[in-house]
Each structure stands twice: as structure tokens, then as C-alpha cells.
């Protein structure tokens, strides 16, 4: 991925089209979306877990209670990057 360890967006895909684009979930929630190496992950709250791994047209699948308050996505998603031993990622320009 040409210096890039992992690409990182958080937002609701009900209005981030990139993000529904790429996963094939909609939701008016605000979720996670980390790709590292190929491999497609999406982290949701519990309420949504179950129509996400129905739904989503990714690898991977986690549920994290953190996800459902949107000050603490930013942990959640750090908690992902940091198992599979990222280093660097990639955010969208309108990432904030």
C-alpha cells in the first residue's frame, strides 16, 4: 500500500457515499472503516452488529460498546489499528 500501513474513515455512510461505497452499509450511525493490507474491517455498535455482518460487503465484522458514543470511536478504531500493528494510516482530508 505504497507507505501506507492503513486507510481510516469514521462517519455515518448514510452521508459519507466513499464510506458506503466501500463497505455497502448504510447507516445513520457513525462507524468505523479500517483497510489494512487488502483486508476490509468494520467496527459498529452492538445495536447494529447483526445487520452489519448481514450486510456489509467486508472481511471483517467487530462490535465495540465504545462505538456508540461518537467521542469514543477515535479509541475504538486506535484499539484495531494497534492489534494488527499499524503504524501509519491514511485519512480522508475531510477527516476531523
Not at 458506503?20 to 448504510?26: A, K
Request: glycine share 6%; with cysteine; net charge negative.
Amino acid at each position: 500500500m505504497s507507505n501506507i500501513d492503513a486507510k481510516l474513515l469514521i462517519a455515518k455512510s448514510e452521508s459519507d457515499f466513499d464510506l458506503f461505497y466501500v463497505t455497502r452499509f448504510l447507516s445513520g450511525d457513525p462507524f468505523i472503516f479500517i483497510e489494512i493490507g487488502g483486508k476490509k474491517i468494520i467496527v459498529v455498535d452492538p445495536l447494529e452488529f447483526g445487520r452489519a455482518q448481514k450486510q456489509a460487503k467486508v472481511d471483517e465484522v467487530l462490535c465495540d460498546n465504545r462505538s456508540r458514543a461518537q467521542d469514543l470511536l477515535a479509541l475504538a478504531a486506535a484499539d484495531v489499528l494497534q492489534r494488527h500493528g499499524v503504524m501509519r494510516i491514511l485519512v480522508p482530508d475531510t477527516f476531523g
